[in-house]
């Protein structure tokens, strides 16, 4: 594959192996006949080549397009051998070298430097980065007249702002400086450029450790692969990432680019695929869309480079399935092939992502069981805060079960490309409410976020998390930072047993303080509140407002629970029920909250939440969540509507050990969680009138 590819990332002969795909019932077979269409439709349409727009708007998406249009037509032309495909890319280049250089530049509407074509130079160098890929394919068959017209009015200017109007911002550390030196790298080897190269890979200093893409790789990524700002900026980094890493290995070799950094490349395609829920979406941490999942265009490179120039799991191939398409190119066809090897459900496994360039800034426990959409997928999050789009929520859970997110992520406060919503751009409800702690699945501290709000210092701060010994999926994590003088540590589990059509997420979070504080122990949930199985609920005439800071201000109480040391709660969201068990030590208020207090522009989801909040020195909040029964409203068909678990219980124990009682119609779960440094210390526990025998973390005792 590594063969002299004479259009980049395409040689004569794999353009032959991706024409065999065409017909094929697969995820290439679909990528390609979708391309069909777009280029057709673009030949019927002509050349459209608008001036400057707003974010969001026609000419903004026009320019986009027509960037994709370049490189697909390219290509399809390569593949078809068809002059009208070729020639239409062509066109679409040189209308661009016929304006672009004397073209000015738009407004800067946020911190970000300004290109010509867009608002941010970040759409610029994704702009350049596809239409170096079209060129690739033309170059051979362009004259040199023709070609010396593209590199005149278009390649060169776009390479000179880059690098030398926004020198200062090219080797920036950051999703947009990796785009920036693909895009120059990947240009330069194009036109033949050596210093435009040198510079992409190396940095501006030539050291490789400050700035291009040898720096990006070793300091946006962990050891084991970890992306700094979360999933969602993850699959957007990893775009350019692989691109530039593929044109890399075939036309520099000497490089060894796969070696890099500890080989941080292929671990980050891993960590970025594991990361998906078993519906192919991923967690909405930090700013992130809810609905992003593995059929985006950098995941699905992810997915054929991983299945390319690495052994892929079984389990990652299997996910492969969530993909409608795939990269045209043969790191796909190689893709294609493996699929076919693997069985449709393959077993997940749980795994621990430290974070920081360094590995050691915390990291983020995925905990699975299952398989295939029936499988679950927790995660527990104790690491870097995410530069300038992390949110405050350190020890913060998400939950998926059942073919749904069942404790959800708020994500980000923005209508992505929504012209009429801020141009699509960042709303300030993203600060004042999306990346505040009340936002997550946690516990907040006297109203306030996590580090007083302040993202600087919440970047040079993290949590740990540890995966349970004892527990196939399990994990511990502590923050002693996120508020002064308050220590917080979370256990979670999913437990299966006998008893259970699907297994349980056990959620325990502690906290410590010598001084008394308000804990806020907050969930988001979807769908439909079902029944409170304990106490009076009341729902207010008129709704209040939670607070006036912190995000606080944005939630409204609709109504009220009795307060008690138990509460339990069911709702129902698509086709299955999920219950919610808590016991704290002192009794505790209970609240239904509602998304969207003081927003009288619409920029947030109402989404559903409940509260729990007591004030206390030390508290341990534990809850049980179920998922169980199904609902069908087509057929008017319902079962199993009450929760399975019949009671959930603390039982004594002593210090540094945790014995919760779960009862069924079927009988008795007891769950003894052990502080690891009691071990092997501890050898029996009495629980009731028995002794058992402790010699791990985590074990699950029947009675």
């Given at each position: 594959m ?25 995820a ?22 608008p001036?400057?727009g ?28 068809d ?8 066109e ?9 250089r ?13 290109g ?14 596809h ?23 278009l390649?060169?200017p ?11 911002d ?5 999703n ?58 993850h ?20 490089r ?106 915390g ?8 398989k ?12 870097q ?46 600060e ?19 580090h ?8 040079t ?15 511990r994590?502590?923050c ?7 220590a ?7 437990l ?11 959620d ?17 949930h ?28 944005h ?19 698509g ?24 927003d ?16 206390a ?15 069908n ?5 319902c ?33 003894v969680?052990?502080?690891p ?15 058992y ?7 699950l005792?029947e009675r």
């Amino acid at each position: 594959m590594s063969a002299p590819s004479e259009y980049l990332l395409w040689s004569h002969a794999e353009l032959d192996e991706i024409r065999q795909q065409r017909s094929a019932d697969n995820a290439m077979g679909r990528s390609l006949a979708a391309l069909e269409v777009r280029v057709t439709a673009s030949l019927a349409r002509g050349v459209v080549i608008p001036g400057q727009g707003e974010a969001g708007s026609f000419e903004h998406n026009t320019h986009k397009e027509n960037a994709r249009l370049i490189e697909g037509a390219a290509l399809l032309g390569r593949l078809d051998d068809d002059t009208r495909a070729l020639d239409h890319a062509h066109e679409l280049l040189a209308g661009y070298a016929a304006c672009y250089r004397e073209m000015p530049y738009q407004v800067a509407r946020n911190t970000n430097p300004p290109g010509k074509l867009f608002h941010q130079i970040l759409n610029e160098h994704i702009w350049l980065l596809h239409a170096s890929l079209g060129l690739a394919l033309l170059k051979p068959t362009l004259s040199e007249a023709q070609y010396q017209t593209l590199l005149e009015g278009l390649f060169r200017p776009m390479l000179e702002m880059f690098t030398e109007t926004y020198r200062h911002d090219f080797d920036r550390i950051h999703n947009h400086g990796l785009w920036s030196v693909a895009a120059v790298g990947i240009c330069a080897l194009v036109i033949d450029s050596p210093s435009h190269l040198a510079i992409s890979i190396d940095g501006l200093d030539g050291t490789g450790e400050t700035g291009g893409f040898l720096a990006q790789i070793a300091l946006l990524f962990s050891p084991q692969g970890y992306y700094v700002e979360g999933p969602y900026y993850h699959r957007f980094a990893i775009h350019p990432l692989c691109l530039f890493a593929e044109a890399l290995v075939r036309h520099c070799p000497e490089r060894n680019i796969l070696e890099h950094a500890q080989g941080r490349i292929g671990k980050s395609l891993n960590v970025l695929l594991s990361s998906a829920y078993p519906d192919g979406r991923f967690p909405a941490l930090n700013d992130a869309s809810r609905t992003m999942n593995l059929d985006d265009e950098g995941a699905r490179c992810a997915m054929a480079l991983l299945a390319a120039r690495y052994d892929a799991p079984s389990e990652l191939l299997t996910l492969a399935r969530q993909q409608a398409g795939c990269w045209i190119q043969a790191n796909g066809v190689v893709l294609m092939r493996a699929m076919r090897e693997v069985s449709h459900e393959a077993e997940v496994r749980s795994q621990l992502f430290h974070d920081g360039p360094e590995g050691n800034s915390g990291g983020h426990a995925h905990l699975k069981r299952g398989k295939g959409l029936a499988a679950q997928h927790a995660v527990l999050t104790a690491g870097q805060h995410g530069m300038g789009h992390g949110h405050f929520d350190e020890l913060g859970l998400t939950f998926f079960s059942r073919g749904k997110e069942v404790l959800k992520e708020y994500g980000f406060a923005r209508w992505v490309n929504v012209e009429t919503k801020f141009g699509g751009r960042y709303l300030k409800e993203n600060e004042g409410y999306a990346k505040q702690s009340v936002a997550h699945n946690l516990v907040v501290v006297d109203m306030q976020s996590q580090h007083d709000g302040d993202h600087a210092l919440a970047d040079t701060q993290h949590g740990n998390v540890a995966l349970l010994d004892g527990c196939a999926a399990g994990a511990r994590a502590q923050c002693d930072n996120a508020y002064e003088n308050v220590a917080m540590q979370r256990k979670v589990l999913l437990l299966e047993s006998h008893h259970t059509e699907t297994p349980l997420l056990v959620d325990i979070i502690s906290l410590q303080s010598e001084q008394p504080h308000v804990y806020d122990y907050t969930f988001n949930h979807g769908g439909q509140v079902i029944r409170w199985w304990d106490g009076e609920f009341t729902a207010l005439a008129a709704w209040e407002v939670m607070g006036n800071s912190a995000g606080y201000q944005h939630l409204w109480k609709t109504g009220q629970l009795t307060a008690d040391t138990a509460h339990s709660m069911t709702w129902l969201d698509g086709d299955s029920f999920h219950s919610w068990h808590q016991i704290t030590q002192a009794p505790a208020d209970v609240f239904e909250l509602r998304v969207g207090a003081n927003d009288p522009q619409h920029n947030l989801r109402p989404d559903a939440k409940v509260m729990t909040r007591l004030t206390a020195t030390t508290q341990t909040f534990y809850n049980l969540f179920e998922s169980h029964g199904h609902f069908n409203e087509a057929l008017e068909q319902c079962g199993g509507a009450r929760p399975e678990v019949i009671s959930f219980t603390t039982l004594p124990s002593p210090d540094g050990v945790t014995v919760l009682e779960l009862t069924f119609s079927t009988g008795q779960l007891v769950l003894v969680l052990t502080d690891p440094s009691l071990l092997p210390a501890l050898h029996e526990l009495e629980i009731g009138e028995q002794y058992y025998r402790i010699d791990q973390e985590v074990m699950l005792l029947e009675r």
